[in-house]
């Protein structure tokens, strides 16, 4: 009977532990959700300071920032028109605000560059699409007899339309790589501070 009693004693210490380990796991999912607001409302509002709000011990501290970090890293992307460009912007200075240090204002910086670069070659490349198009569509033309006839406009041909997705995919895949390990980065020096 004491052997009983005593493996259900290590039952219950054991249920005991996983219980109070359930609820740190608990209190730490709340915190970095709580982060993850502080984060959003940053992005909402136009003077939030969240410096402020980062004044807690270190342990609770560290889950605000992975949490406000984890929205500020998402709003961190490939332009897909000028409308990002705030957003981005905002998002950067919101990571500062997480821990400044020289490294992570210049792996900001080049993560800037990045998504500048990608701008421009987008711009560059849809331009010479459009202008190769335009010329196969008047030459197109001439062969048919139709002329100088106003014809269709090269973005709304199948084929612009076709390599113009491949182009992009390209893009997107060849930037966004570079991107995505600047961020990895930007995780790690807020990580560690």
């Known amino acids: 009977m004491a052997e009983i009693r005593s493996t259900m004693e290590m039952v219950l210490e054991r249920a ?13 999912e709340t915190t970095i959700q709580d982060g993850m607001r502080l ?3 940053f992005m909402r509002e136009d003077e939030l300071d969240i410096r402020d709000e980062l004044d807690r ?12 970090l984890s929205v500020f890293l998402r709003h961190i992307q490939l332009p897909r028109d000028e409308d990002d460009t705030p957003s981005i912007d905002k998002a950067m200075r919101g990571i500062l605000q997480l821990g400044e240090s020289s490294e992570l204002v210049s792996l900001l910086g080049e993560a800037k560059k990045i998504m500048e ?3 421009q070659h987008k711009k560059q ?3 010479q699409l459009k202008e190769q198009f335009t010329q196969q569509i008047a030459m ?3 062969q048919s007899g139709q002329g100088g006839a106003a014809g269709l406009a090269p ?3 199948p084929k612009f339309v076709e390599e113009w997705q491949k182009v992009t995919t390209q893009l997107n895949e060849q930037y966004g790589e570079a991107l ?7 995780a790690q020096i807020i990580g560690n501070s």
């Open 16 to 28: 005991a532990r996983l219980e109070a380990r359930a609820d740190d796991s608990l209190s730490e």
């Open 39 to 41: 984060g959003a409302n």
């Open 57 to 68: 011990p270190k342990g609770e501290k560290a889950l605000l920032v992975k949490g406000a």
């Open 117 to 119: 670069q990608f701008d």
């Open 125 to 127: 490349i849809l331009a």
């Open 140 to 142: 197109m033309q001439q």
């Open 155 to 157: 973005e709304n041909h």
């Open 180 to 186: 995505q390990k600047h961020k990895g980065f930007i």
